[in-house]
């Protein structure tokens, strides 16, 4: 059984203005539809296939394939980690070296510039506002 269906757009907005039972009627076509074109993917239907699905497999593929790499890449990072570690360094401060190093010089400098400045404000505030503010 096919059924088509053609409603220009503007019907469809008249459509969504009008009262109550029009809209059911609505429900109920779209409805009849969905389980139509259901019954459509279950068969397969040729008109419903994709006419690349090489390169999608291709995509598909590399995705994985790159989501893997970088599992393996995170898990040589935490050997990495713990190895340093097992030496005796403080892994906190080799990330946050990380992380700096990451960073522009002219950032780095401004947030070093920023946290000597509130460090002083703090240092020349009086105790008891201070102690208000915590």
Known sequence: MTVWVRAPKQC????MNKPPR????????????CSNFHDLIQQQAPCLTSPFPAEIRSFVERIVNRDTEMQELSEQKKEVFSEAKG??????????????RKQEQDERDERENLLDL????METAPPDKAAKAA
């Open 12 to 15: 469809m907005v008249q459509a």
């Open 22 to 33: 029009c809209r059911l009627l609505k429900t109920l076509v779209i409805s009849f539809l």
């Open 87 to 100: 030496e005796g360094f403080d892994v906190k401060i080799l990330k946050k070296i990380s992380k700096l």
């Open 118 to 121: 509130y460090m002083r404000a």
